[in-house]
């Protein structure tokens, strides 16, 4: 199975992103509205310069406090992005996701970002990619 069939079946194909220079409580904010676990950190709306996550935000809480929420968000951002596109196979995103002990991953086509895929879209994907082989090899098996 492919990025782009997750892609395809997600409710929205909104990417939230955040500038660099928004503070962390701006950034805090807009995962809180739009309940999501991550925003992408871009300066132009289009290609990620980074990614900040719940986890980011609450691990600074927790090392410097309160005070990182009017810090930028550029500060304590992802740098280092690992990210897919929509060819790539999704059990080598599930790979990477499990190995390097992340949730989110930036799709993108030619550096413009395109999309998003979690943890949860994939096992989602996985699941249903096999309920649908159980339902035709039980099927085959009936028909026999």
Same mark, same amino acid.
Do not use: W
């Given at each position: 199975?492919?990025?782009?069939?997750?892609?395809?079946?997600?409710?929205?194909?909104?990417?939230?992103?955040?500038?660099?220079?928004?503070?962390?409580?701006?950034?805090?904010?807009?995962?809180?509205?739009?309940?999501?676990?991550?925003?992408?950190?871009?300066?132009?709306?289009?290609?990620?310069? #980074? $990614?900040?996550?719940?986890? @980011?935000? !609450?691990?600074?809480?927790?090392?410097?406090?309160?005070?990182?929420? *009017? +810090?930028?968000?550029?500060?304590?951002?992802?740098?280092?992005?690992?990210?897919?596109?929509?060819?790539?196979?999704?059990?080598?995103?599930?790979?990477?996701?499990?190995?390097?002990?992340?949730?989110?991953?930036?799709?993108?086509?030619?550096?413009?970002?395109? #999309? $998003?895929?979690?943890?949860? @879209?994939? !096992?989602?994907?996985?699941?249903?990619?096999?309920?649908?082989?159980? *339902? +035709?090899?039980?099927?085959?098996?009936?028909?026999?």
């Amino acid at each position: 199975m492919l990025v782009q069939l997750i892609l395809k079946s997600k409710s929205s194909a909104t990417v939230m992103t955040v500038s660099p220079d928004a503070t962390v409580s701006e950034a805090a904010q807009i995962l809180a509205k739009h309940r999501i676990g991550t925003v992408v950190v871009s300066g132009d709306g289009q290609t990620p310069d #980074g $990614i900040l996550s719940e986890r @980011d935000i !609450v691990r600074e809480l927790a090392n410097s406090g309160s005070g990182c929420l *009017d +810090a930028k968000v550029s500060t304590y951002m992802t740098k280092k992005l690992v990210t897919c596109e929509r060819g790539s196979n999704v059990e080598d995103v599930l790979r990477q996701m499990t190995e390097g002990r992340f949730r989110h991953m930036p799709v993108l086509e030619d550096g413009k970002l395109v #999309g $998003i895929v979690t943890l949860g @879209d994939v !096992v989602k994907a996985q699941l249903t990619e096999v309920a649908m082989e159980k *339902d +035709a090899l039980e099927g085959m098996i009936r028909g026999m």
